[in-house]
């Protein structure tokens, strides 16, 4: 079984400011991660993923995530943030062995980190 | 990205009735999608695993006879709350897997709020 761990439940962080938010996950086989944003009483909209290939993954809004498997770790980091990111920020990850159809890439998903960006 | 849509986005409802939620994957075919719910401030709980033609695979804990779940085609699934009461309002999130090897990921709809009265 995979497990998610977002460190921080709150970042607070002033405009134009450059941030960093945490995850590590644990499991005993190869995965996929994912990094999802959560505005107030929607959906989630994926920013990015690591499927394979270069560790450096490029999302949209200006995020990216570096997928450490030494130590792993996906964390988003974005060099200046603005008022507009403000929002809810969850890590995900699956298996990145499909081993029957029923295991269908289920996400398991970590705590959320609570992203607010001050004027 | 993939788009996948929810109806009803916000239900009002009194005790003791059902209501039914759609999830459509509006660009490409889904043969299996995924029922949450989410409560506030919370991270999302999988409910539920969807498949095409075939019964739904429920998470430990969640009663399959009151959350029903029909998947009947590669577009639509549906999640019907019989008898709900006001412990059932939540946050219910559908997504949808994109299997294309290019992409294999999950799109998620808008979500969709149940108040029960």
């Known amino acids: 079984a995979q497990s998610v761990t977002q460190l921080d439940s709150q970042v607070p962080v002033f405009e134009e400011a450059p941030v960093e938010l945490r995850c590590n996950y644990s499991?005993?086989?190869?995965?996929?991660l994912f990094w999802y944003v959560q505005y107030p009483n929607q959906g989630l909209q994926l920013l990015l993923k690591?499927?394979?290939?270069?560790?450096l993954v490029k999302g949209i809004n200006g995020f990216e995530a570096e997928f450490n498997k030494s130590q792993t770790s996906f964390h988003l980091r974005k060099p200046s943030v603005h008022i507009s990111d403000t929002a809810e920020y969850f890590c995900a990850v699956s298996r990145g062995v499909e081993i029957s159809s029923g295991s269908a890439r289920q996400l398991t998903f970590g705590s959320g980190t609570q992203l607010t960006v001050l004027p | 990205g993939a788009v996948v849509s929810q109806h009803p986005s916000w239900v009002i409802c009194k005790s003791g009735t059902s209501v039914k939620i759609e999830c459509r994957s509006l660009?490409?075919?889904?043969?299996?999608m995924f029922w949450y719910r989410q409560f506030p401030k919370q991270s999302l709980m999988l409910m539920a695993t969807?498949?095409?033609?075939?019964?739904?695979?429920?998470e430990q804990g969640v009663e399959k006879d009151k959350f029903l779940i029909n998947h009947a085609s590669l577009t639509l699934s549906t999640l019907t709350v019989t008898s709900a009461h006001p412990e059932d309002s939540s946050f219910y999130i559908c997504s949808a897997r994109d299997q294309r090897p290019s992409t294999d990921t999950q799109y998620f709809g808008p979500g969709t709020r149940l108040t029960v009265l």
């Open positions: 660009d490409f075919q889904a043969t299996t």
């Open positions: 690591y499927l394979s290939g270069s560790t």
């Open positions: 969807s498949n095409e033609g075939s019964k739904a695979t429920y």
């Open positions: 499991s005993s086989v190869s995965v996929y």
